[in-house]
Antibody, heavy 127, light 107 residues
Framework: EVQLVESGGGLVQPGGSLRLSCAAS????????MDWVRQAPGKGLEWVGR??????????QYAASMKGRFTVSRDVSENSLYLQMNSLRTEDTAVYFC??????????????????WGKGTTVTVSS | DIQMTQSPSSLSASVGDRVIITCRAS??????LAWFQQKPGKAPKSLIS???SLQSGVPSKFSGSGSGTDFTLTISSLQPEDFATYYC?????????FGGGTKVEIK
């Protein structure tokens, strides 16, 4: 069974740091793009960042508001994805989800769309 | 950034109704569009990718259409388990962006 389980959330003061983990199982972790998506209380979904797969050297991409503060990485030996969050702000308070991005081909073109999601971990930034 | 605009932001419907949700992109995204369903307190669930391709295990009452800038998600006959919030998302360009969501409520 394909499964993603996030952990590491909690209460942190503004300016602090936190590292979230996402344990992956049931699929070839190194072959897939992986995403972090967050949802502030009562709000919609917001993409945070991406780690591409081994074939693409695990390169990363970020939303502008997170770039420079957040870092996405992975440990393939542990089948784990990470989100290192620094200089946290109150507006970073949210549930953070990790998601697998599935590769499918349509008309010969590659599509990487999120297909499996974890249940999320809650981050609260408050003094 | 590509802006995704969903309409309506909420709707009330009855069991058995046909429901249509629209999503408009601020520029051409071809068919690089996904739809997700989210119930309160739960993770999103993937419904459709490539604008019209159902994910494995998603019932055929869900369908998607469109290309370019205008897209729709149709639920052919609304059932109690379909009351949820639905999001579109473009994945043509970074940053990946979501629509604001459409909350489908019971009339």
């Amino acid at each position: 069974e394909v499964q993603l389980v996030e952990s590491g959330g909690g209460l942190v003061q503004p300016g602090g740091s936190l590292r979230l983990s996402c344990a992956a199982s049931g699929f070839a972790f190194s072959d897939h793009y992986m995403d972090w998506v967050r949802q502030a209380p009562g709000k919609g979904l917001e993409w945070v960042g991406r780690s591409r797969n081994k074939a693409n050297s695990y390169t990363t991409q970020y939303a502008a508001s997170m770039k420079g503060r957040f870092t996405v990485s992975r440990d393939v030996s542990e089948n784990s994805l990470y989100l290192q969050m620094n200089s946290l702000r109150t507006e970073d308070t949210a549930v953070y989800f990790c998601a697998r991005a599935q590769l499918r081909y349509f008309d010969g073109l590659s599509h990487y769309s999120m297909d499996v999601w974890g249940k999320g971990t809650t981050v609260t930034v408050s003094s | 950034d590509i802006q995704m605009t969903q309409s309506p932001s909420s709707l009330s419907a009855s069991v058995g109704d046909r429901v249509i949700i629209t999503c408009r992109a601020s520029q051409n995204i071809n068919n690089y569009l996904a739809w997700f369903q989210q119930k309160p307190g739960k993770a999103p669930k993937s419904l459709i990718s490539a604008a019209s391709s159902l994910q494995s295990g998603v019932p055929s009452k869900f369908s998607g259409s469109g290309s370019g800038t205008d897209f729709t998600l149709t639920i052919s006959s609304l059932q109690p388990e379909d009351f949820a919030t639905y999001y579109c998302q473009q994945y043509k360009d970074y940053p990946l962006t979501f629509g604001g969501g459409t909350k489908v409520e019971i009339k």
